[in-house]
């Protein structure tokens, strides 16, 4: 990334605008939208002795502005390159257009064996064209995402538009340790720094979490999603050598509550206990 590009993207992350000078056209253009970024390593191949921003060469104001940070790395895997591999040619077989003409052709014969005469008239009951490649359509898409994608815009429309939940009865004591702990790690491994960016990024987090459950408040299973994917982000961006220290130490906050299950758990066997209790009173 060179130089005029870390401006234009300063600026539309920061200010969230765009100046366009170009063609004797001078403007600025509102960027009020989520970026999603994508970086190759230098060298092409990812070397973990090192840091995600010596990897990428990306300077460390950039990279404290994005909310979550994921290293994909392109490991050897037979079982997983199978799988892969399947998957992108069942998609180019579906989505192939004489796949269609194919399948609609044989709907065509079907139909024909299915004409009946009746006083003489012949009465067929033959769909359209376009129905049928309607039917096709859809049928490719629940093969792909149980979810139709009519549906699934839908609901991102109204969750981004009619859901704002709120930040009610959070544990702020827990969110404050996590930042301090982030804060302690990045100095003493010399990692990029921690900001009140990061902060902001957990809440944005637990928020987008809330949103996807179309709920009002932000619960406190949507706070500790929200850490823990931030702590992973935090880690996976790490060299190899500091990355098992750091998930040690943060294991308190990415492993789940045993205290809180043991808990919920006495709780439905005291339920259960009294349930033939009520029962009985109930009858009598």
Known sequence: MNDQDRTSIHEA???QSISISKAGIVTTLQARCSIVAAANPIGGRYNSTLNLAQN???TEP???RFDILCVVRDLVNPEVDERLASFVIDSHIRSHPLEDDEAGDDDDAGDDDEMKDQDGDEQI???SRREKLQ???????QEISPIPQDFLMKYIHYARSRCFPRLNEMDMDKVSRVYADLRRESNSTG???ITVRHLESILRIAEAFAKMRL???VSSSDLDRSIKVSIDSFVGAQKVSVRKQLQRSFMKYTLPNRRNNNHSAQQQQQQQQHQPQHRETFVA
Not at 135 to 141: F, H, P, V
Request: proline letters at 4%; glycine letters at 0%.
């Open 215 to 217: 709920s009002e408040y």
């Open 62 to 64: 950039i990279l404290s």
């Open 56 to 58: 990428v060469n990306l």
């Open 13 to 15: 992350m920061e200010q």
């Open 191 to 193: 990692s990029f720094p």
């Open 135 to 141: 039917e096709l359509q859809k049928k490719k898409e």
């Open 125 to 127: 009951n033959v769909k």
